[in-house]
């Protein structure tokens, strides 16, 4: 296309079915579009996303010569990169496209108003049309994408995810707070529906990611900063003091021994005890530790809050060994990687503020995840579940079901389904009339939501082995100060009657939450956030792995509620979908940047520090100072244009001139912009 | 609306009445109504029961709130409206505080029995309270055996209210003449006799 032609519009409006012709006049929007100026040619279609609609966009370029299409349709969310391809498959650069939004923002939102949204369409596509006149060709940027991958969260989706990435040949770093990788999974004691043992599953999966020669694991670590964008993301890890060194740290470090071998010499002689977090505070560990056996690493680490630094540990390790430095301190680590998944997880709500059901007000109330570490083999009993009062065997034990889940109240309530407490509820009733001969589990639920394969056939045969189901969201739970009995309420709402269960112990299947962490991992890593504080998926169908920020990517709890099979199947996702920009070796950028006009850039550099993602910076250019855009780290959010007081800072596809003709054309009446 | 069978025999009748719920039973202005009276969103009840768990009137009573919740999703005015366990509500907002639906459930029993004493159903008890304290100021006025237990406590015979400061009944009647309150119970009872 010449230089300075006039422009050639073609504006095509879109039926959508009847979502857009059932509720505004499309002859009538096509009709007045012809009249716009510089529009040649204006055609409807029942679904312009369809083959032959798109042919009409190829068609009408070759046959009108035209200089830019308008697509008065859904939403550039759903079919920009659609109508995109087509203008470029006629000939004309892909960005001299221009959509006006006509369905989500107008028939969907004045349905029940024929003339209002036919006059609405009208000034879109006007509106359109100006912003048309005025397109550019515009070149994508390709940058290099860096051959490596992070996990930040080591629970069995993070582990599936750095297995999938390490296997499909990339180096990934897997980097995790706790002193082990395996997360909460390793907290289980048995999984639904085919009740394996959580730990036999696991572990396999914990020894491959501490084997596997493409993954570098970075156990007690933190990711402290990240710059950069997608394949060139630079992060700084914190590596936690952790007071001891393995055999490849001494070699490091350049120190004589071999290292810590996990024997556990240490942990015998040291005085200082502390609850184990790992078996939710209810065994003791000394301040040097391991949370269990099966640990990967298998290496001790030093609760330096708890030590006295009596040295005792560092005694008994030997000279040999050496493996423990009481002087360690927090180290930092620079690594560069293309993509990153995260997979943080998630922690119990603090149930006890819902102080009807009486959690660490009453003893033998307690979480579902305490009672997980209760009936486990390796567990702080043994495996034999007793109540926390007395150490009894309990007969008859109360499951309260969507405790805090599905509650609206606000505070400790959360509103959604946490996804798993049912079918975890009904595992433990199983494992209670397996292990105590005689035992009743009630279950007081308000729906069982057994939706899973497999899952609605292990309700049947919970049912069928004898646990008790009632109807009814538990109301309060009360204590018998002397045999410490508790007395669930609630209605039995099939009955339609009040019942009060006794029960020795209760469990409460308290609902989940994101970690406490989250929220700083988000902003680091420019990922949003849902309502409820849930990390934000790019699309919740169409793009479940992706987040808006490119190049990173999310894997199990962190982006909502959901079981093992569920994270593992999303964490094989997240690595397909990470290991792609990888393997392509580079990626293209949008080309929204922003660009410096260095004519009348006044090189202030007043426009730095107001970039929220650090994209611009002032350089030395022919003795004097202008300013530069990082064009891989711009968002092109428009901040710097919109700042500049000289007015040097042009934002492509959104130019001044752009924007100005839209305002104009909107106003009808042009107020004469400036160019 | 039940289906009549008509074999004319009354006795039968009833006992082969039609107790299935048709929508037709529904009254959505109701439902509508208890809403805005209310200010709560009682349609967004899911059933769940902790209002009735929580109710200290259920276990000894009939009296359901949930089941009035649900007549209130339905509309199902005329069953809410005629039956007594309506007036069993204490106002204690147990119910209201650990709904976790954010619903009010109280204050939607308040609103029925608005809506109820709009078609002059309401128990003679509640009417006759209504009298008592046009006249005396108070629901239960003070009786003997009450002033002797204050004397014993070392309390004035009567409390600091309408019992010690007579003037005031005439204030509380004002404000129960502006709501025809008085004059209502008075007719409903007199028809009643
Ligand atoms: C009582 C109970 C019983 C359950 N039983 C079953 C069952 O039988 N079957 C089933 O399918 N599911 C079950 N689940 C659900 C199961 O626990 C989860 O589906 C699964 O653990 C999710 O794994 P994840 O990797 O997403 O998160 P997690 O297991 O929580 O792992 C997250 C990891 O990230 C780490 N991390 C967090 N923040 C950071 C950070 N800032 N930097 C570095 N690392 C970080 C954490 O330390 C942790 O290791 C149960 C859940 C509960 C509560
Ligand atoms: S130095 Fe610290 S870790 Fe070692 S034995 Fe003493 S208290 Fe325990
Ligand atoms: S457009 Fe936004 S992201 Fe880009 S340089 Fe300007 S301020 Fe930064
Ligand atoms: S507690 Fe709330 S949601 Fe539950 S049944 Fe009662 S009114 Fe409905
Ligand atoms: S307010 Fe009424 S319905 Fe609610 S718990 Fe109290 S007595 Fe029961």
């Not at chain 1, 707070?177 to 394996?196: A, E, H, V, Y």
């Not at chain 1, 690594?335 to 149930?351: F, N, Q, R, S």
Request: charged share 25%; net charge negative; with cysteine.
């Amino acid at each position: 296309m010449a230089e300075n032609q006039e422009p050639r519009i073609g504006v095509f409006i879109c039926h959508c079915g009847t979502n857009i012709a059932g509720s505004l006049d499309v002859n009538a929007v096509m009709e007045y579009a012809r009249s716009l100026p510089n529009v040649v040619v204006a055609d409807e279609y029942q679904y312009m996303c369809s083959t032959p609609g798109q042919n009409k966009i190829i068609d009408a370029e070759k046959d009108y010569d035209l200089t830019g299409v308008v697509v008065a349709a859904c939403s550039p969310r759903l079919h920009e990169p659609t109508f995109r391809t087509a203008t470029a498959e006629g000939g004309l650069n892909k960005f001299r496209f221009e959509m006006a939004n006509i369905r989500d923002q107008n028939s969907w939102v004045h349905m029940h108003d024929w003339e209002g949204a036919t006059e609405k369409a009208k000034d879109q596509v006007r509106i359109a049309v100006a912003k048309a006149r005025l397109l550019e060709d515009l070149q994508p940027k390709s940058v290099p994408v860096e051959h490596a991958a992070m996990v930040v969260g080591a629970g069995v989706g993070g582990m599936q995810a750095a297995l999938d990435l390490a296997n499909a040949g990339i180096k990934t770093y897997l980097v995790e707070k706790d002193p082990t990788i395996g997360g909460r999974m390793s907290q289980l004691d048995k999984t639904f529906p085919t009740l394996d043992c959580s730990q036999c599953i696991l572990t396999p999966k914990m020894v491959d990611a501490g084997r596997h020669p493409n993954i570098i694991l970075e156990t007690y670590t933190e990711v402290e900063n990240v710059e950069g964008y997608i394949g060139n993301f630079d992060i700084t890890l914190r590596k936690k003091a952790r007071g001891t060194r393995d055999g490849a740290e001494m070699v490091a470090a350049g120190l004589e021994g071999s290292g810590c071998n996990g024997c556990g010499d240490c942990a015998s002689v040291c005085p200082v005890i502390k609850p184990n977090p790992f078996e939710m505070g209810m065994a003791p560990r000394k301040a040097i530790y391991i949370y269990h056996p099966q640990v990967m690493p298998l290496q001790y680490t030093i609760d330096f809050d708890a030590c006295v630094k009596c040295g005792l540990c560092k005694d008994i390790c030997g000279t040999e060994k050496n493996a423990i430095d009481l002087e360690m301190t927090d180290s930092l680590e620079k690594v560069k990687v293309g993509c990153v998944i995260l997979a943080t997880g998630y922690d119990l709500i603090p149930i006890e503020d819902k102080t009807e059901w009486g959690y660490r007000r009453y003893e033998n109330v307690i979480t579902g995840l305490e009672f997980e570490r209760l009936i486990c083999a390796s567990g702080p009993t043994g495996g034999h579940l007793i109540r926390p009062s007395d150490g009894e065997t309990p007969m008859k034990v109360g499951f309260v079901l969507c405790a805090g889940s599905r509650d609206n109240t606000g505070g400790v309530g959360k509103p959604y389904c946490s996804r798993f407490c049912c079918m975890y509820s009904l595992k433990h009733a199983h494992q209670i009339m397996e292990k105590i001969p005689g035992a009743v589990p009630y279950l007081f639920y308000m729906d069982i939501r057994s939706f899973g394969k497999m899952y609605e056939e292990f309700y049947y045969r919970i049912q069928n082995e004898g646990a008790k189901f009632i109807r009814g969201r538990v109301a309060a739970i009360e204590e018998d100060p002397i045999t410490k009995n508790l007395y669930v309420q609630t209605e039995d709402t099939l009955l339609g009657r009040p019942v009060n269960v006794e029960c020795n112990l209760v469990v409460l299947a308290a609902a989940i939450q994101p970690k406490p962490d989250a929220e700083r991992i988000r902003q680091m890593f420019g990922v949003s956030k849902s309502q409820d504080g849930w990390y934000l998926e790019a699309h919740p169908k169409l793009n479940p792995c992706g987040t808006t920020t490119a190049g990173i990517f999310l894997a199990g709890v962190c982006q909502g509620p959901k079981d093992i099979p569920d994270t593992v199947a999303q964490a094989e996702g997240a690595a397909s979908a990470a290991s792609i920009p990888i393997h392509q070796g580079e990626v293209q950028l949008e080309p929204y940047f922003a660009q410096c006009v260095e004519d009348l850039c006044a090189g202030c550099g007043m426009c730095v520090p107001q970039c929220p993602y650090g994209a611009l910076s002032l350089i030395q250019k022919d003795d004097r100072q202008v300013m530069t855009v990082t064009e891989a780290k711009c968002k092109g959010c428009g901040t710097c244009g919109g700042f500049c007081p000289g007015g040097a800072i042009r934002m492509q596809h959104f130019t001044s001139p752009q924007i100005c003709a839209q305002i104009d054309s909107f106003l009808l009446n042009p107020l004469g912009g400036e160019e | 609306m039940a289906v009549e069978k008509n074999y004319g025999n009354p006795e039968l009748e009833s006992r082969l009445k039609d107790t299935n719920y048709y929508t037709s039973d529904s009254n959505k202005d109701f439902s509508d109504r208890v809403r805005e009276l209310s200010g709560t969103i009682s349609h967004m009840c899911f059933q769940c029961g902790t209002c009735t768990g929580s109710c200290p009137s259920a276990p000894r009573s009939s009296y359901r709130i949930r089941k009035f919740m649900r007549r209130a999703v339905l509309g199902l005015e005329d069953e809410a409206l005629t039956d007594p366990d309506l007036w069993l509500c204490t106002t204690c907002y147990s119910c209201s505080d650990r709904c976790p639906r954010d619903i009010l459930p109280t204050d939607v029993i308040m609103a029925m029995r608005n809506l109820a004493f709009e078609r002059d159903i309401v128990p003679r008890n509640f009417l006759k309270t209504v009298q008592l304290i046009y006249n005396t100021g108070h629901g239960v006025p003070n009786n003997d055996v009450n002033r002797a237990a204050r004397e014993k406590l070392g309390l004035p015979r009567d409390p600091p209210t309408t019992h010690s400061y007579p003037e005031y009944i005439e204030g509380i009647q004002k404000i129960i003449d502006h709501y025809h309150l008085k004059e209502n119970a008075d007719r409903i009872l007199a028809e009643g006799e």
